[in-house]
């Protein structure tokens, strides 16, 4: 059982990002408050379940949460300032959007940064732990998901439909034929012997 909180504050949001691992498109985060009361049968962490299931507890999320939040961030901004700091910024940034502004925090993972001086924890595999992560984890999952398929209709040839943007063989052998495009991370290893691409 997923427990409801963290911390015995009222407002705690919890935050999570899909699409790190990825060399093509977006990290894309999300934050949700979940009210007091809040119960969703099947919620776990978005690894977990299909995409069936993900997709039907997407909109139930949204309907029930006191508030939610979702941020993409491009290529260009994972290569400026890399994966990790780009995955904090994206989480930050939903905190920011949350209305009303929580008053604690928990963050999957274990790295975060101050944001507005709400107190926060990260909690490792927090997304298998408390309901509000969870929740974010789908919304983040689901969000991003949408966004390659639209991706995908611009450059068929990476099958990002199907792989999202990780690192298949299928996408790598893609990226070998063709080369990357202005979805690809370029500070990623986009190709294991990375000589092999000539850009």
Known sequence: MLALKFSNQLLEAGTDEAG??????????AAVLLP???????LNDSKQLSEKVREKLKPLIEEKAISFAVTHLGPLVIDE???????IKAMQ??????NPT????IVDGNRFKPVQNIPYSTIVKGDGK???IA??????????DAYMDKIHEEFPMYNWKKNKGYPTVEHRDAIKKYGPCK?????????PEQLKLDL
Not at 183 to 191: A, C, D
């Open 93 to 98: 940034e939903c905190i920011i959007k949350l």
């Open 20 to 29: 790190r691992g990825c060399l093509a498109g977006p990290v894309t985060a």
């Open 36 to 42: 007091e009361n809040f119960e969703l049968e099947l």
């Open 102 to 105: 929580p008053n604690y925090i």
């Open 183 to 191: 979805y690809h991370r370029m500070s990623f290893r986009l190709l």
């Open 135 to 144: 929740a974010a984890s789908v919304l983040a999952k689901t969000y991003r």
């Open 130 to 132: 408390y309901l509000s």
């Open 81 to 87: 300032i890399n994966i990790l700091n780009a995955s």
